[in-house]
T-cell receptor
Framework: SAVISQKPSRDICQRGTSLTIQCQVD?????MFWYRQQPGQSLTLIAT?????????ESGFVIDKFPISRPNLTFSTLTVSNMSPEDSSIYLC?????????????FGPGTRLTVL | GQQVMQIPQYQHVQEGEDFTTYCNSS?????IQWYKQRPGGHPVFLIQ?????EVKKQKRLTFQFGEAKKNSSLHITATQTTDVGTYFC???????????FGSGTQLTVLP
């Protein structure tokens, strides 16, 4: 397993601003992911954060809106840019400790974002 | 693309009653995973099933993977208030590069 922390745990932001969420893992992992979970809904994968290269985004998510950094194997950031109320959600990072993106995933505690 | 559906969406039970949630995939899965998310919490891994027809137990929880590897179930015997939360299945087909999470079943246990 892995221990994952996220900062901030929650934030309230104004429309048009940007927020950067940090994800820290207690061990080196290859596979790190960012998810969005709207209230009462399932998890939607935003992107896979790749160390040393650009993130791989899922359909409906673009780099200009959700830039991701992955400077090393224990850390990643997700920025939610030019926010609107529709971006209000919980953002979760996760890691897969096996070698595959479809292996068991361990999640951080999440960042609850409210956009006014 | 791959779709994973769960039923029911919501379930209310009296403490002590049994509970079952079902997971159905549109494609054959290489494995199925189950996660539990407590209210206000994050998803926590429970178990992974890999083999066709596999059955695994964790105390009061019984997990099954269908023979065709397209469906799965989670059964809780004699529910307790600590079982409250949303249960998600997640799976991937052989060619998929990501897990697809099911829609989830929200369990409420009434004392």
């Amino acid at each position: 397993s892995a221990v994952i922390s996220q900062k901030p745990s929650r934030d309230i932001c104004q429309r048009g601003t940007s927020l950067t969420i940090q994800c820290q893992v207690d061990s080196q992992v290859t596979m790190m992911f960012w998810y969005r979970q709207q209230p009462g809904q399932s998890l939607t994968l935003i992107a896979t954060a790749n160390q040393g290269s650009e993130a791989t985004y899922e359909s409906g998510f673009v780099i200009d809106k959700f830039p991701i950094s992955r400077p090393n194997l224990t850390f990643s950031t997700l920025t939610v840019s030019n926010m609107s109320p529709e971006d209000s959600s919980i953002y979760l990072c996760s890691v897969a400790t096996g070698g595959s993106s479809t292996d068991t995933q361990y999640f951080g505690p999440g960042t609850r974002l409210t956009v006014l | 693309g791959q779709q994973v559906m769960q039923i029911p969406q919501y379930q209310h039970v009296q403490e002590g009653e049994d509970f079952t949630t079902y997971c159905n995939s549109s494609t054959t899965l290489s494995n199925i995973q189950w996660y539990k998310q407590r209210p206000g919490g994050h998803p926590v891994f429970l178990i992974q099933l890999v083999k066709s027809g596999e059955v695994k137990k964790q105390k009061r929880l019984t997990f099954q993977f269908g023979e065709a590897k397209k469906n799965s179930s989670l059964h809780i015997t004699a529910t307790q208030t600590t079982d409250v939360g949303t249960y998600f299945c997640a799976g991937a087909s052989g060619s998929a590069r990501q897990l697809t999470f099911g829609s989830g079943t929200q369990l409420t246990v009434l004392p």
